[in-house]
């Protein structure tokens, strides 16, 4: 710690060198963090998905809601398998079927229905209003905040108008990207054929119950019905959903993996000239006492906080811009939400720190093995 101070000053010594590497780092880590948040968002759907004990049962062979027509009095007969609690018919709407970073998604339940099947907090408004106004919504934070909408005002995508009327947080921040209405409101809204038929019914399972085994059983129920339908666990409807989402969010981290390369060259290079240029300064601190060793530490505590300088910006722009953009990547109406999180800024600053130690180290020994005759020469 005592030869921070020098440290420090052999950084201001070449300012634009030492800011030119701390740019490129911060750069680098921003987009290290976009990408992780992306694949973080990922997991935590799935994770929230796993832990839920809910079947999804949607139309055979469809893969977007607005080609998926149920018949609504299926959950009658759903309710009276067994192990199943609670059957809660949704009609979907979206503005997009296939992979967008601003996807626009409507459920529509019974309004009673939707205060047992979902757990979020209103932040403004009330259920009063909500229950009674046929075409008022409930909308998360997230989608509100992009769209810039607030309590009382009228919001229209394609020909689906509603009127906001409360706006929720939910700890999951995917289910803050979703606007909530009633079912008879949007299926007569989107077409009068649309009445008696949903996108899907969303099965809540008793205790016990074995998902697998109920999810048969709906889909032999109705496997000859009028429309057969595909069950399955809910995080399995969403992988499936996001399908080719997924594949591409995983080859994002290759991305990821070429910002911590990026990191180290440009770390890894300028404490190597910073080394080459101080050769002889190097030899003088030898003949004054200095052991290789120490010669060592105080090259990688350069690298250190040059790395680290760059880490800091980097992901405090990243999580700045992350909580105000609310981004959300959707497909096939399940949306991944991409925001900033305590985890997301310790792995950001981690890397930094491995990154500059790394790139450190072979500077470090270059300057920690040079002999001080030949070196003192070079002054």
Request: hydrophobic share 45%.
């Amino acid at each position: 710690m005592k030869f921070i101070p020098y440290v420090l000053k052999t950084l201001r010594r070449h300012r634009a060198r030492s800011l030119l590497t701390v740019t490129g780092s911060a750069v680098a880590l921003f987009v290290y963090c976009f990408v992780a948040a992306v694949g973080a968002g990922l997991d935590q759907l799935e994770d929230r998905a796993e832990g839920q004990r809910t079947l999804i049962a949607f139309q055979a062979n469809k893969f977007c809601p607005a080609t998926s027509h149920l018949p609504q009095d299926y959950d009658q007969q759903i309710l009276k398998m067994a192990g199943v609690r609670e059957v809660v018919p949704i009609q979907v709407f979206t503005n997009n079927c296939r992979a967008s970073l601003d996807v626009v998604v409507f459920y529509g339940l019974p309004p009673n229905q939707l205060q047992r099947a979902r757990t979020f907090q209103l932040l403004a408004g009330d259920w009063s209003q909500f229950k009674k106004q046929q075409d008022a919504a409930v909308m998360g934070q997230a989608v509100a905040s992009r769209r810039g909408v607030q309590i009382g005002d009228r919001f229209t995508i394609g020909d689906l108008s509603v009127d906001v009327v409360a706006i929720f947080a939910a700890d999951d921040r995917a289910e803050e990207n979703y606007i909530y209405t009633h079912l008879d409101f949007l299926q007569r809204r989107q077409s009068e054929d649309r009445v008696g038929t949903v996108t899907q019914h969303e099965i809540l399972l008793a205790a016990g119950a074995d998902p697998l085994a109920v999810a048969r059983q709906v889909d032999d129920t109705f496997r000859n019905g009028p429309v057969a339908t595909d069950t399955r666990p809910k995080s399995a409807f969403q992988a499936k959903s996001l399908g080719d989402l997924t594949q591409v969010i995983e080859m994002t981290g290759y991305l990821g993996h070429a910002c911590l390369g990026l990191i180290l060259c440009l770390v890894a290079t300028t404490t190597l000239m910073s080394v080459q240029d101080r050769v002889g300064e190097h030899a003088v601190l030898q003949t004054l006492g200095f052991s290789p060793p120490q010669v060592f530490r105080m090259v990688v505590s350069e690298s250190l906080i040059l790395s680290l300088m760059g880490g800091v910006v980097g992901v405090g722009l990243a999580m700045v811009a992350l909580q105000v953009s609310h981004l959300a990547i959707g497909a096939e109406a399940v949306t991944i939400a991409v925001g900033p999180s305590l985890k997301l800024a310790l792995s950001g600053l981690t890397v930094a720190g491995v990154s500059g130690i790394l790139a450190g180290l072979p500077p470090a020994w270059h300057a920690a093995q040079a002999e001080i005759v030949p070196a003192l020469r070079q002054m």
